[in-house]
């Protein structure tokens, strides 16, 4: 006689086998949420510090002299610190420094971005 069916033994093996391959894949589906987070949140990071040297080449270009905006929206998860200091003992050469703190999984973060800056105008200008 043929057995036509699936038996209880067999089904309940089945279910295992699909489950031990897919449990995995849920910890990794919540491991990937929370590096996109950290990620997302470390790129406006950059943006941010990126946007104030931009803000101030343009304002040395532009005027000739070092400001920056006050209107660069700053989500309130962000810490800016801005740092002017003399570079070295050249005379005219300023090295910008732009700090952004942040909150990350209780973790208190920071991305510092650096720029030296010529205040006495273009060297290649002839």
Do not use: C, H, W
Not at 32 to 54: E, F, G, H, P, V
Not at 76 to 94: A, C, E, Q, R
Request: hydrophobic letters at 40%.
């Amino acid at each position: 006689m043929k057995n036509k069916g699936m038996s209880v033994v067999e089904i309940m093996i089945s279910i295992t086998v699909l489950l031990a391959f897919s449990i995995p894949m849920i910890g990794l589906a919540s491991l990937s949420k929370a590096s996109s987070k950290r990620n997302t949140t470390k790129t406006q990071a950059l943006l941010i510090a990126q946007s104030y040297i931009d803000d101030l080449r343009y304002s040395m270009n532009k005027f000739g002299r070092a400001t920056t905006r006050k209107s660069i929206l700053i989500p309130k998860k962000f810490k800016v610190k801005k740092v002017f200091s003399v570079y070295g003992t050249s005379p005219g050469i300023v090295n910008y420094s732009v700090t952004i703190k942040y909150k990350e999984f209780r973790n208190e973060k920071s991305i510092t971005l650096n720029t030296l800056i010529s205040q006495k105008g273009s060297v290649y200008e002839y």
